[in-house]
C-alpha cells in the first residue's frame, strides 16, 4: 500500500513495507517525489510503485539464501558438468579450494552471512587477506581466486 501527502508545499511518497522483526508490513518507506505538481507526484509514485514491487517480488520469487547454501548448489552444479565433459576434474577442484578459501574467511569474520550481503568490500578484505599469506607466491593465484568468487 502506498500514497503520496503533500509537506512543506512538496509531495512524498510513503509506502509500507515487509519488517523483518514483526513479519507485518508495518514499516514505513519515505521517499521525495521532488515536485510540487500533483500530477507529476502521481506519475512519480507509481514508478516507485513499480520499482518497489520489482524489488519485493524478487525477493519473493528468489528467496535470500546464505553463502553456505549457494556454494553448495554452485558446486554441485559443477560437479554436474565434469560428467558431460565440460569441467575437467582439476578445474573443478581448483573451484573447490577456491571457495573453500573465501568461505572460511567470510565465515570467520560474519558468521555465514546472507549472499546479498556480501559486499565488494568483503570481497577485496579477502583479496588483501590472500595477498598477504604467506602461502601465495604469485599475483595469479589471487586473480583466480577472485575469479570463481565471481561466478
Given at each position: 500500500m502506498?500514497?503520496?501527502?503533500?509537506?512543506?508545499?512538496?509531495?512524498?511518497?510513503?509506502?509500507?513495507?515487509?519488517?523483518?522483526?514483526?513479519?507485518?508490513?508495518?514499516?514505513?518507506?519515505?521517499?521525495?517525489?521532488?515536485?510540487?505538481?500533483?500530477?507529476?507526484?502521481?506519475?512519480?509514485?507509481?514508478?516507485f510503485d513499480e520499482k518497489y514491487d520489482a524489488i519485493y517480488r524478487k525477493n519473493s520469487l528468489f528467496p535470500t539464501r546464505t553463502?553456505?547454501?549457494c556454494?553448495?548448489?554452485?558446486?554441485?552444479?559443477?560437479?554436474?558438468?565434469?560428467?558431460t565433459r565440460k569441467r575437467s576434474q582439476n578445474t573443478y577442484n581448483s573451484e573447490v579450494i577456491s571457495l573453500k578459501q573465501f568461505s572460511e574467511f567470510v565465515t570467520n569474520e560474519y558468521n555465514d552471512p546472507n549472499i546479498r550481503d556480501i559486499a565488494k568490500l568483503h570481497i577485496l578484505e579477502f583479496k588483501k587477506h590472500r595477498e598477504s599469506s604467506s602461502k601465495v607466491k604469485s599475483s595469479s593465484t589471487v586473480s583466480l581466486n577472485l575469479r570463481v568468487i565471481r561466478s
Open positions: 502506498s500514497s503520496i501527502y503533500l509537506k512543506d508545499g512538496i509531495f512524498w511518497y510513503l509506502r509500507y513495507i515487509p519488517n523483518p522483526e514483526s513479519g507485518r508490513n508495518d514499516k514505513r518507506l519515505y521517499r521525495s517525489t521532488r515536485t510540487r505538481d500533483r500530477n507529476e507526484a502521481l506519475i512519480r509514485k507509481s514508478n553463502l553456505s547454501e556454494k553448495k548448489t554452485y558446486l554441485a552444479e559443477k560437479k554436474s558438468e565434469i560428467l
